[in-house]
């Protein structure tokens, strides 16, 4: 059994519905989002585009919880200043998109901002080995990112399990963030039990079969019922 206290639930507004978006945002706040993640595609990392510094400024203006900001660009370094505006906001960076990580990562801490290191479901986690000190989260993708409603690849908990050992032995603090086809099912509850404490959610939050507080009910339920 895992303790309530340390698993963060973010629901990803990728799912929500953008003619409500102010009112969905509050929705999930009140209804005890620990954080609310905010997919950024630029339709070059990822064949989609979402959307930008606008929308973001919007989200942010309608909620107190910080922004999990999950950037899906390439060559994030270059719009760092766009997206990490207050230090509430925790930016994630892929590590398949930096040609220089470490300086990346380095670059959003000095900004006073959380920084995580988000890989792909073919990405070695070898690829974050070396800047995991520097992180407080690395997410691992448990689908390949760009499109809502995929579902979860189930090798992904293996990974889960794998950092969480690299984590313990090297006596670091990074959380472990898990993103894509995460249900209030054994997605979330095995995701958990590999070493997840972050679970991001899109469609099983934002959906036209349930209300937002019973989405967030019955994520968090799943989990210590």
Do not use: Y
């Amino acid at each position: 059994m895992v303790s309530e206290a340390r698993i963060l639930i973010a629901p990803s507004v990728l799912s929500a519905d953008f003619a409500d978006l102010g009112r969905q945002v509050r929705a999930v706040t009140d209804a005890g989002a620990d954080l609310i993640h905010v997919d950024v595609m630029d339709g070059i990392f990822v064949p989609a585009i979402s959307f930008g510094e606008v929308v973001i400024d919007a989200i942010r203006a309608n909620t107190d919880v910080p922004l999990n900001i999950h950037l899906m660009i390439q060559e994030p370094e270059n719009l760092l200043s766009t997206f990490a505006k207050v230090e509430s906001d925790q930016i994630l960076v892929h590590a398949e998109a930096c040609g220089h990580l470490h300086r990346t990562v380095a670059r959003i801490k000095d900004k006073g901002n959380q920084v995580g290191v988000a890989i792909n479901p073919g990405t070695s986690l070898s690829a974050v080995e070396d800047v995991l000190p520097m992180l407080d989260m690395v997410m691992i993708m448990s689908v390949n990112p760009g499109a809502s409603g995929q579902s979860f690849i189930p090798q992904s908990l293996d990974k889960i399990r794998r950092l969480k050992t690299m984590i313990e032995q090297g006596n670091h603090s990074a959380q472990i963030e898990v993103d894509g086809g995460v249900k209030a099912d054994w997605t979330a509850q095995d995701s958990v039990k590999a070493g997840a404490t972050i679970l991001v959610a899109g469609s099983a939050i934002f959906n036209d079969h349930e209300t937002i507080p019973e989405a967030m009910k019955g994520m968090r339920g799943c989990l210590f019922s």
